[in-house]
Structures are given as structure tokens and as C-alpha cells.
């Protein structure tokens, strides 16, 4: 008789409800029209959501290619819950007075338990001389 003393191998989660730490907003960018201000086109961000989420730091890659230096790949992972209105949305995250760009969304294992939303920081709530959102 054929014994197997190998341990079974349960997928282990990666994610858990006490992981979600942090409270972020999540955002749409929006165009104010001259005609509802009275004054200029204006650009604002809406808060649509304001989930508890996990949030991780990535290595990010920076590449110079002999005129300006950019920012490859993505600096923050946050997990959230899954949320119906997050999953085709690549909008902004707000943490700790600071934008971050999604640049993409994951459904974690396919699940729709948890949305990995993959970021790069874009600044502060400021705008620039420019008109544009730091």
C-alpha cells in the first residue's frame, strides 16, 4: 500500500480583513467648465470611496534615456475589498496627502474578494504653474 508523507499544500491567503489598516480616498478627476465656476476650466478630484486598505511600497526602476529621467513600473500596491465600482475605474488614490496615479487594476485570484490597485505617486494636492495636477 502506497503511503504519501508529503504535507498537503493549501494555497495560503495573502490577504486578510486585518490587513486593510489604512484609510484611503478614492478619486475621479473632473472638469469644472467655465460656465458653472464663472471664471476659468478648472480640473478637481472627486472622492468616490473612502476604503480601508492595505498598503505596500514597491521598488521602483528608474530609467534615463539621455533626455529626461523616468519612472518605470509602480511605487504602491494598495489592496482593498472588492468593490463593483473600482474594477474598470483607473482613477487616483489619496493617502496621507498624497495622489497616487492607478496605472492598473488586479482581482486577486479572481475572486472578488480583494482589488490590488497598482500605483505611482504623482505628487501632493498642490497644482503647478502649469494648470496640471502635480
Known sequence: MYRNNAPSRRKRRITAI???N???S???RILNSKFQTGN???LDFQTYAEPWAKVETNRGKLEF???ELTQKGWTHNFTIRYRSDVQNRLGWV???DRRYKVLDIENLDERSEFLILRC???GTNEVDNQ???A
Open 18 to 20: 486585518g490587513d486593510l
Open 22 to 24: 489604512q484609510r484611503v
Open 26 to 28: 478614492l478619486q475621479d
Open 40 to 42: 476659468e476650466d478648472t
Open 65 to 67: 534615456d539621455g533626455v
Open 94 to 96: 489619496l493617502y496621507k
Open 120 to 122: 505611482i505617486v504623482t
Open 131 to 133: 494648470g496640471s495636477w
